[in-house]
């Protein structure tokens, strides 16, 4: 079993609506968990981070988090053109999961 | 504020070739350095990390090398590139006994042919 899956192929979202991404880990000892933006060509931002149960928001990002489930999981409300990317997972500092890629539709 | 620097940008090497990428992060003191490679269309893959001036811990036996000569500067290298050496590399950066986040830097394409 891989640490960190993202298992959804492309999202497709048009405009204004809300993109939900979900991530899978393995280890249930993980303390920290990080969602990064990715733009094509361009390296990984970092947008939210959340360490204990339940909901962070942050602007039109909302980050969830289920320990007991092993998985956290990134809304974004008001889905904008400009939030198209790939979006990483990661937990605790080494792994990252292969990203899901967003496509917001005017 | 903290910047991270990576230089070349873009890089075209032959097989065969060596290889010397370099990154600086300026604004801090004692990070955590870490190098990953993503292959297109493909998730991170960490090659190396250190904690510290001279301590690399290795991710995936191959033919790169780090080094940490300075505390600020991290380095990944090859004597000799191979084809599926090809990728985007990237640096980053994390606060020493901090939570975890890292912050990346602008990255280099290597294409080796």
């Known amino acids: 079993q891989k640490e960190v899956e993202q298992n959804s192929g492309p999202l497709s979202v048009p405009e204004g609506a809300i993109a939900s991404l979900n991530c899978t880990y393995s280890?249930?000892?993980?303390?920290?968990f990080f969602w990064y933006r990715q733009y094509s060509g361009k390296s990984p931002e970092l947008i939210m981070s959340?360490?204990?149960?339940g909901d962070k928001e942050d602007g039109r990002f909302t980050a969830q988090l289920n320990k007991a489930s092993q998985y956290v999981s990134l809304l974004i409300r008001d889905s904008q053109p400009s939030d198209s990317a790939t979006y990483l997972c990661?937990?605790?500092?080494?792994?990252f999961g292969k990203g899901n890629q967003v496509v917001v539709i005017p | 504020s903290q910047t991270i620097h990576q230089w070349p940008a873009t890089l075209v090497q032959p097989v065969g070739s060596p290889l010397s990428l370099e990154c600086t992060v300026e604004?801090?003191?004692?990070?955590?350095l870490y190098w990953y490679r993503q292959a297109a269309g493909r998730g991170l893959q960490l090659l190396f990390y250190?904690?510290?001036?001279?301590?690399i811990s290795s991710e995936v036996p191959q033919n790169l090398s780090a080094s940490r000569p300075q505390d600020r500067q991290f380095i990944l290298s090859s004597k000799k590139l191979l084809l599926s050496d090809s990728g985007f590399y990237l640096c980053?950066?994390?606060?020493?006994?901090?939570?975890?986040?890292?912050?990346f830097g602008p990255g280099t394409r290597l294409t080796v042919l």
């Open positions: 980053a950066w994390g606060l020493l006994g901090g939570y975890n986040e890292q912050f």
């Open positions: 280890d249930r000892g993980s303390q920290s």
């Open positions: 959340i360490y204990s149960n």
């Open positions: 990661a937990v605790n500092r080494l792994a």
């Open positions: 604004g801090t003191s004692n990070p955590n």
């Open positions: 250190s904690v510290g001036i001279g301590q």
